[in-house]
């Protein structure tokens, strides 16, 4: 079986071990730093869990100042440094490696401020992406982005990998909805980079960050923007007897100037795993489902719907349900936002993340059933229809090498045709070590050179987040 090469441990960091542990004891309080074998094993991977690796230690700090002391005697010995969020990476994006030190950032959960008047909340990197929301709901306000781990996935990890989420059709993904951020560089320089004003000025220094998976420095602070909550909002279901055409669909709901809040997409295998576990009231006699929510006013919404509906019925569509309470519409969401987690129960699989252009959306769709079928696979297919970002959930035995092979392989082969018709390899899972090898596909060699080159004006050293984003093919291999 192939497998995705890492960097051999440095040997003079590893013999030095038990010396660099004490180092870090001396840094932090004893409850902040685990070194027993034992207690690592919980970070030796993420949600990629095919791939692992048993890090040298992890600490835990509380503060900004904890992290930047770490960090700063992790650059001084050339230690490499993982920095962690929840590990709810799909991509691989917090998988360590031997001779590394994994910042985690889960016990900075403070809420620091809370500024209606502007709309901002600046929280530590470790508070939940939902709990933003959450605390600021019974004032009417909630935080955007919300990824489908959005109950465990931290803000620090979303700003790393520039997470979306269903609702980001109208309000834009992380970065659009983030104006600042607390940064501790390789070797402890504590920056702060944008604020509560929506644009900062000089280089957007920001948009580099957000997005940069850990490569930049460690988040440990984030200003994010706060949205006030509609007057109401309606999920609708659209069922049709056709993938292809539900996905024509979608290209014309947005071709017509309509922007939902959401649309999402189900083909038939995703519909009845959801189903099974949510009871969210799918339609069962279908074969291709979209969630469309609408937003505003009663007047607002019936006027949106009633353009929706007309385009709906040019495609044929076969039923229409509209949610008829805030239960059914939490139902309607859970059976979608459950969709990983449901399909778990059922069989391993892999996730990918690939974009592709609307116009492209159905050719796509149709290309990976063949890909999945040449390999002889199954595939569910649940995905960010409205902005084109699919999510093939590639299902396979991964205790047989070569169905765990093929499902690889197949996956590779939907992101090169995402990137092929004009998309590219990531919507919001990031690169990781997952499609690193096919950044080569996205990118000439001369432009990923100049990535690096950004990247090492940050981390001169190449300590933070190393294996990841880059082939090791290139001049990375050399410069760590």
């Not at 990197?125 to 605390?135: D, K, M, W, Y």
């Amino acid at each position: 079986m192939t497998t995705i090469e890492f960097l051999k441990p440095d040997a003079n960091i590893t013999g030095r071990r038990n010396a660099i542990v004490e180092g870090l004891y001396n840094l932090l309080p004893d409850e902040c730093v685990i070194s027993d074998e034992r207690e690592l094993v919980p970070f030796e991977t993420d949600a990629f869990t095919a791939y692992r690796r048993l890090p040298l230690a992890v600490v835990l700090p509380y503060t900004t100042q904890q992290v930047a002391d770490v960090l700063k005697y992790c650059s001084t010995n050339k230690i490499p440094v993982v920095p962690r969020g929840a590990g709810t990476s799909l991509a691989g994006g917090a998988i360590p490696q031997e001779d590394a030190v994994v910042i985690g950032v889960s016990r900075m959960t403070r809420m620091i401020d809370v500024d209606y008047d502007n709309r901002t909340a600046v929280v530590e990197a470790g508070v939940t992406n939902l709990s933003i929301s959450e605390a600021v709901s019974k004032d009417g306000f909630f935080y955007a982005p919300d990824p489908s781990s959005q109950l465990a996935c931290t803000i620090g990890g979303n700003i790393g990998m520039n997470s979306g989420g269903a609702h980001c059709l109208k309000y834009g993904v992380t970065t659009n909805n983030l104006l600042g951020v607390k940064l501790v560089m390789f070797d402890g320089t504590i920056v702060d980079i944008g604020g509560q004003a929506l644009d900062a000025p000089g280089y957007d220094l920001l948009g580099l960050l957000c997005g940069s998976e850990g490569q930049l420095g460690i988040v440990t602070e984030a200003t994010v923007r706060l949205i006030a909550k509609p007057e109401g909002a309606r999920p609708v279901l659209f069922g049709f007897d056709d993938a292809e055409v539900a996905g024509a669909c979608v290209t014309d709901i947005i071709g017509s100037g309509i922007i939902p809040v959401a649309i999402e997409f189900m083909d038939k295998p995703a519909i009845d795993i959801c189903e099974s576990f949510a009871g969210a009231g799918y339609p069962m006699d279908v074969e291709a489902l979209l969630i469309i929510e609408v937003e505003g006013s009663d007047e607002e919404m019936d006027a949106m719907l009633k353009k929706i509906i007309k385009i709906a019925q040019k495609h044929n569509v076969k039923n229409i349900k509209e949610s008829q309470s805030a239960t059914e519409a939490a139902q309607i969401w859970k059976g979608r936002k459950s969709a990983f987690g449901a399909t778990g129960r059922i069989a391993d699989y892999i996730c990918m993340d690939g974009t592709v252009p609307l116009g492209k959306l159905s050719y796509v769709l149709r290309e990976t059933y063949k890909i999945i079928e040449q390999y002889g696979l199954r595939v569910a297919n649940v995905f960010h229809a409205g902005d084109g970002n699919m999510h093939p959930l590639i299902l396979h035995n991964a205790n047989d090498p070569k169905e765990a092979q093929a499902a690889e392989d197949a996956g590779m082969d939907i992101l090169r045709l995402c990137v092929d018709v004009g998309g590219c390899l990531t919507g919001e899972h990031g690169v990781g070590i997952e499609k690193r090898d096919l950044m080569l596909h996205q990118f000439a060699e001369i432009d990923l050179n100049q990535q690096m080159r950004v990247r090492a004006a940050f981390d001169p050293d190449w300590i933070l987040n190393p294996s990841k984003v880059f082939p090791l093919t290139l001049s990375q291999r050399k410069a760590i």
